[in-house]
């Protein structure tokens, strides 16, 4: 970490050395950290702005690690937006950095303190998945909307438009996770994946979730985690449980021989999408989809 401080304040030294500046771009250029906070942002300011994901589709941003050419997008940046709450954990301090030279929004700097989720006391223990929590996110997002107002005053008609149109589109979804869940719930199902990053969601919708790690992908379980879990699913009658794109099934697939051992046969489903999108072009290829996407994951695994 001490390496990539140097080397960003030496990016920063250079900055004005750049031949990509902002005075001769068409578009002002906009870094989101994660691919579905870039999706949300490029929704909002529409053609206006270049907006550009650090992580690719596919990365976990619990683990990831910003590299020299990562350093240099961000310093060439005319804004960077990014999730907070941790998620982005090993990039704090490269964010701290960047405040003395970078225009930044944090998504989450105004979120009701008794709307967040924690595993702990500690300021790290806060839960960051707030996407799952679709109203939460639309709290988020409109949020990212005056900032963006503030940064550029004269797309506000522009942003306006957009975020309304688009915040329509959220809360009908919201809607169609409610009847879905409700349904599952008079089943007796349970949401049982391999980490803790669905809590918004079962907070939100009334559904009960078990995850087999902690928040962090970087926690293990443990042989009674394992032992505690599969006898959960087997009291609850439970179908399947959930392996999620960014993580190793290994765990999970543990986990279904336990529940197989004792006599209960299980589907492994999924994979959920979690820390990041799908590629472009795909259903789960934008925030709306994803949510789409899981959602009759869930749906059709739990039903069946």
Excluded at 14 to 38: E, F, G, H, Y
Excluded at 115 to 140: C, M, N, Q, Y
Aim: with cysteine; proline share 4%; net charge negative.
């Amino acid at each position: 970490m001490k390496r990539l401080l140097t080397l960003l304040t030496i990016s920063l030294l250079l900055q004005a050395c750049k031949w990509d500046s902002p005075d001769t771009r068409s578009k002002p250029l906009i870094v989101a950290t994660t691919s579905i906070l870039a999706d949300a942002i490029s929704v909002i300011v529409g053609d206006s702005a270049d907006v550009r994901a650090l992580m690719p589709a596919g990365v976990d941003p619990h683990l990831y690690k910003a590299s020299v050419r990562d350093l240099d997008l961000l310093t060439e940046a005319d804004l960077v937006i990014y999730h907070g709450l941790y998620l982005e954990g090993k990039m704090t301090e490269i964010f701290e950095k960047l405040e003395f030279s970078q225009r930044l929004i944090n998504i989450s700097e105004e979120l009701p303190e008794e709307k967040l989720l924690r595993s702990g006391p500690e300021a790290h223990s806060v839960d960051p998945h707030i996407w799952f929590d679709v109203k939460l996110w639309t709290l988020a997002m409109d949020y990212s909307a005056k900032e963006l107002i503030a940064w550029k005053p004269e797309w506000k008609d522009y942003i306006q438009e957009n975020w309304s149109t688009y915040k329509k589109d959220l809360l009908a979804a919201d809607q169609e996770i409610q009847e879905k869940v409700s349904e599952l719930h008079a089943k007796g199902m349970a949401l049982v994946t391999a980490h803790d990053a669905f809590a918004y969601f079962g907070e939100a919708y009334g559904f009960e979730v078990r995850g087999l790690q902690g928040l962090s992908t970087l926690s293990e379980p443990g042989l009674r985690d394992l032992g505690d879990l599969a006898q959960f699913i087997i009291d609850r009658n439970i179908k399947a449980v959930f392996a999620e794109q960014t993580i190793s099934p290994r765990a999970l697939k543990a986990l279904v021989e336990a529940c197989e051992q004792k006599g209960h046969q299980i589907e492994l489903a999924g994979p959920l999408f979690t820390d990041s999108l799908d590629a472009a072009n795909t259903p789960a290829g934008t925030y709306l989809g994803m949510i789409k996407t899981n959602l009759e994951i869930i749906y059709q695994a739990l039903v069946s």
